[in-house]
């Protein structure tokens, strides 16, 4: 059994992050660039990070993926310390760090990943380089130069790439970067699929509105530092209700089994489960209902307000 | 491990200074074999009397700067231009250790100024069959005598004396070469490490002066090919006998090419790509 083996049994033992940034900072020179970041990524989550440029997304993606060495704080990955002696666990790790994935231009794309499948220690490559091309829809242009590529055919070999070891942690910048809109929703239709499967998956992004369907949770960096945390387990659950007494209907549901989180905004009670039960309670104590509607979240407009105050 | 040597290989032979490098040091020595007479005999105070003088006249002009420079561009290239392209980051983030990398360049740079001498060698040869590759009296240039020479000096002879002066010249130049992938590493650029290496190589020769660091001077060994050049170096360093030169000399090398490489692979295994 090596290291990393161990360590993946270990983690059987004891549940532990997939990945975990613990006060991670790093200064170049003088100028601090990230400060005190913190987060854990669980098996099976998405993890968006979104931030305005310079917010220092691409240094926590180096940091994480061990390209960079962080000045304080360390990154745990499957329990090990990526940046200290733990370079045998990158065999569970899949990662894009620039857009668009660079290869060597004089090489195919199959010979690329027979590459990185030699360097990851896959044992059956020829079958599994087959299996990440077809899935990204390469293998018309697999034995082609990868010079001859196009933005977004590098872009999906690159998540090929990323993908091709089976990783329990995927870990990508920019991934829908230069692609049209059909291999966007291919992208994050492999992605949900990875992360179903058990993958944690830490994506950068500017697109917020495309990862709020399948993304669980948004780290908001700013300056540096890692000002919010979204948590979108709720998604597509809240309800906004307007009656004609939101204080006295809001504390009937707040009793109401099923209905959680309710709370009151001005005049609109926001609440999570069954519609239908909140308007029979409310209906049956003698309450008007005036409205009801799905109470949209809207990341975007959360991220605009949240980069501002920061 | 192999694999991955000659996967650098491959990257070594497409490199834009590494073909730079060998076709000029292929065609180099045609210039050598045309030249005037009486222009050569003024510069060299020679007048080629066989093909087996040109390839000392091919050493002695690219030994001079040439070779040595394109050693360290080349050798930057190997890290500058997977910097450039990106894919250092994608070697660097599997599993691969990366001292493994690392030393896998480091065998492709060690072999490349053989590389470089191997096509001047032989475009020394065919530029020499201009002058006839036969049995000739004088010297090969890179024996004890210069172009001189003793005698009568067979093919066979002239031969043995220009693999010897070759093979030397390639040691001489595995420093710089692994000095070039060193700045390489700290610098992740080709220009600046090429520059880096250069300059430090001519920094060394203006330190000659000063002669109780002569004996640790990489510019002190740059003639270690040439025998005729040992009494004036053995002068030069102190040294009783000429003979003790090259063993002084590869001592010296290796020292700074093993101690070159081992920083290199300390510094790219905490290092920021």
Redesign the interface.
């Known amino acids: 059994m090596n290291a990393v083996e161990a360590v993946a049994g270990a983690s059987a033992q004891v549940p532990s992050a997939s990945l975990e940034a613990q006060n991670l900072g790093k200064k170049y020179g003088r100028k601090p660039i990230l400060e005190s970041v913190s987060f854990r990524l669980n098996p099976g989550e998405v993890y968006a990070l979104a931030g305005p440029n310079g917010s220092g997304k691409t240094t926590l993606i180096r940091l994480l993926t061990g390209l960079a060495f962080p000045t304080s704080g360390k990154v745990l990955m499957l329990g090990q310390d990526l940046h200290n002696g733990g370079h045998a666990v990158r065999r569970y790790l899949g990662a894009v760090v620039e857009a668009p994935a660079a290869f060597y231009p004089h090489l195919t794309g199959r010979q690329n990943l027979e590459m990185q499948a030699f360097l990851s220690g896959l044992t059956q490559a020829e079958a599994r380089i087959r299996e990440v091309l077809a899935k990204l829809e390469l293998l018309a242009v697999a034995d082609q130069p990868t010079g001859a590529y196009s933005l977004g055919q590098r872009q999906r070999l690159g998540l090929a790439a990323a993908i091709l070891p089976g990783p329990k942690v995927l870990i990508l910048d920019e991934p829908t970067s230069g692609l049209d809109p059909l291999g966007i929703n291919k992208v994050h239709e492999i992605l949900a699929e990875l992360a179903w499967n058990g993958t944690a998956v830490l994506l950068s992004t500017h697109h917020l509105r495309e990862v709020s369907g399948y993304a669980d949770r948004v780290g908001i960096l700013g300056g540096g530092r890692l000002i919010d945390e979204v948590t979108m387990t709720t998604k597509g659950e809240r309800y906004r209700l307007r009656v004609n007494e939101p204080e006295r209907v809001a504390a009937l549901l707040k009793t109401v089994p099923g209905i959680e989180n309710v709370t009151l905004r001005e005049v609109v009670i926001i609440f999570n489960g069954a519609p239908q039960t909140a308007i029979a309670e409310a209906v049956r104590e003698g309450y008007q209902v005036l409205a009801l509607e799905r109470d949209y979240f809207d990341l975007y407009d959360y991220y605009r307000e949240r980069v501002r105050n920061a | 491990m192999g694999?991955?040597i000659l996967?650098e290989f491959g990257?070594l032979a497409?490199l834009r200074s590494g073909r730079v490098g060998l076709l000029v040091a292929l065609l180099l020595p045609f210039l050598w074999a045309l030249a005037p007479t009486a222009g050569l005999n003024q510069i060299y105070g020679l007048i080629l009397v066989s093909g087996w003088q040109v390839p000392a006249l091919a050493l002695l002009a690219g030994m001079n700067f040439l070779f040595p420079f394109l050693t360290a561009m080349t050798s930057a290239e190997v890290i500058g231009s997977e910097v450039a392209?990106?894919?250092l980051?994608?070697?660097?983030?599997?599993?691969?250790?990366?001292s493994g990398i690392l030393l896998a360049k480091i065998v492709a740079v060690l072999a490349y100024p053989y590389l470089l001498l191997l096509a001047s060698l032989l475009g020394s040869l065919l530029a020499g069959v201009i002058h006839g590759l036969g049995s000739f009296a004088g010297g090969t240039g890179l024996g004890a005598e210069g172009f001189a020479g003793v005698g009568l000096v067979a093919p066979t002879q002239a031969l043995a004396e220009i693999l010897r002066a070759y093979a030397l010249a390639g040691l001489v130049l595995w420093p710089i070469s692994v000095l070039a992938l060193l700045f390489a590493v700290v610098f992740l650029s080709t220009t600046a490490a090429a520059l880096a290496a250069v300059a430090s190589i001519l920094l060394m020769q203006l330190l000659g002066p000063f002669i109780p660091l002569r004996p640790f001077l990489l510019t002190t060994y740059l003639g270690l090919y040439s025998p005729s050049t040992y009494p004036q170096t053995a002068g030069f360093l102190g040294l009783a006998s000429a003979q003790a030169v090259v063993p002084q000399g590869l001592v010296l090398l290796m020292i700074y090419t093993v101690g070159f490489a081992v920083l290199a692979l300390l510094i790219f295994d905490?290092k920021?790509?």
Not at chain 2, 89 to 98: N, T, Y
């Open positions: 694999r991955v996967w990257k497409r392209q990106g894919t980051k994608s070697l660097v983030l599997r599993p691969f250790p990366r905490r920021d790509v």
